[in-house]
């Protein structure tokens, strides 16, 4: 097994690799889980059906070596990813949008197993306004600025209608935030060193249709 070159998790991997890692993280949680104390990159790529070079490619990026003919020792390798991937640090994130979407992620306890934590939501509803959700208080856009600051809060989650987020987005940046994370199809527009992460449903909806199409062309007549 070749040896592992040391990356700082602060450098740009290829995102690729990127989404790849967490698939890796879950399947040894799952080893680990089962006791099992050792397990190499040709096992990792086998369970989750992946090529074995691949995984031995992406975990050159991770601190930590594997041991020839034995492989990587799985607990170790489940805190090197988690570390390496910061799940293991508390990110606070404040959520502008706290409808249906919004609510559900408040009250997603996962996310704060991945290092995640919604300290606050934000909406323009007025019957919204100073409620609570799931323990997560919400206040009015307005207020941005001042509670992001008090909750020390570096994320931005946009959940609001798709002709509102870019406005939103302007609000949260001036705001003070450092990263956005959109669930609306818009493309924002924001300064460099604001990072921006999409997940649009919508969009994922469309690749899933499309490709149920292909295999299916009998359905689209």
Request: glycine share 6%.
């Amino acid at each position: 097994m070749a040896d592992t070159r040391i990356v700082s998790s602060h450098d740009v991997l290829p995102e690729p690799t990127l989404s790849r890692l967490p698939w890796y993280l879950a399947y040894v949680s799952l080893l680990k889980v089962r006791r099992v104390a050792y397990v190499s990159s040709t096992a990792i790529a086998r369970g989750i059906h992946l090529d074995a070079s691949m995984v031995a490619k992406d975990l050159s990026f991770v601190n930590v070596r594997g041991k020839t003919r034995i492989g990587y020792e799985v607990v170790e390798l489940e805190r090197e990813l988690r570390s390496f991937l910061g799940f293991d640090r508390q990110h606070n994130a404040v959520i502008a949008g706290v409808g249906s979407l919004g609510a559900a992620l408040i009250a997603d306890s996962g996310l704060q197993r991945y290092g995640l934590d919604i300290v606050a939501g934000f909406d323009v509803e007025r019957s919204i306004i100073g409620t609570i959700i799931s323990g997560v208080p919400v206040f009015d856009i307005t207020q941005a600025a001042e509670v992001r600051a008090d909750m020390q809060a570096e994320i931005g989650v946009i959940a609001v209608p798709v002709e509102q987020a870019q406005a939103v987005a302007d609000t949260l940046i001036d705001a003070g935030v450092s990263a956005l994370w959109n669930f609306t199809p818009c493309r924002l527009l924001a300064p460099e060193n604001i990072v921006i992460q999409n997940t649009s449903i919508y969009a994922h909806l469309a690749v899933m249709y499309n490709r149920i199409n292909a295999n299916n062309p009998d359905l689209t007549r």
